[in-house]
């Protein structure tokens, strides 16, 4: 069975950063586009980042443009969404998204407070 596991959320305060990670189990993603979502309790998941299987091409929700990047490393078969100056609206749970295949992680929070 194929997993998605994204790792690296937690609790940062409002200006900080967090590098989140995703790979997958018996899978290679080297030849798909992968998405970041995140999703707030009680409402939609909200696509915020997304990049083409090379990494030539990525694309971003107006609210992190700036501020996040998505990338990856094929050869190690890891797609990352780094977050830099977070906000407490950055608060939700970060999912990995292989849209192909519609393969989903199991998501990671991240809580941005003082």
């Known amino acids: 069975q194929v997993q998605l596991v994204e790792s690296g959320g937690g609790l940062v305060q409002p200006g900080g950063s967090l590098r989140l990670s995703c790979t997958a189990s018996r899978f290679r993603i080297s030849t798909y586009a992968m998405n970041w979502y995140r999703q707030v309790s009680g409402k939609e998941r909200e696509l915020v980042a997304r990049?083409?299987?090379?990494?030539?091409?990525?694309r971003y929700a107006d609210s992190v443009k700036g501020r996040f990047t998505i990338s990856r490393d094929n050869g190690n078969n890891m797609v990352y969404l780094q977050m830099n100056s977070l906000t407490p609206e950055d608060t939700a749970l970060y999912y990995c998204n292989l849209e192909a295949r519609d393969y989903w992680g199991q998501g990671t929070q991240v809580t941005v407070s003082a």
């Open positions: 990049i083409s299987d090379r990494g030539g091409n990525t």
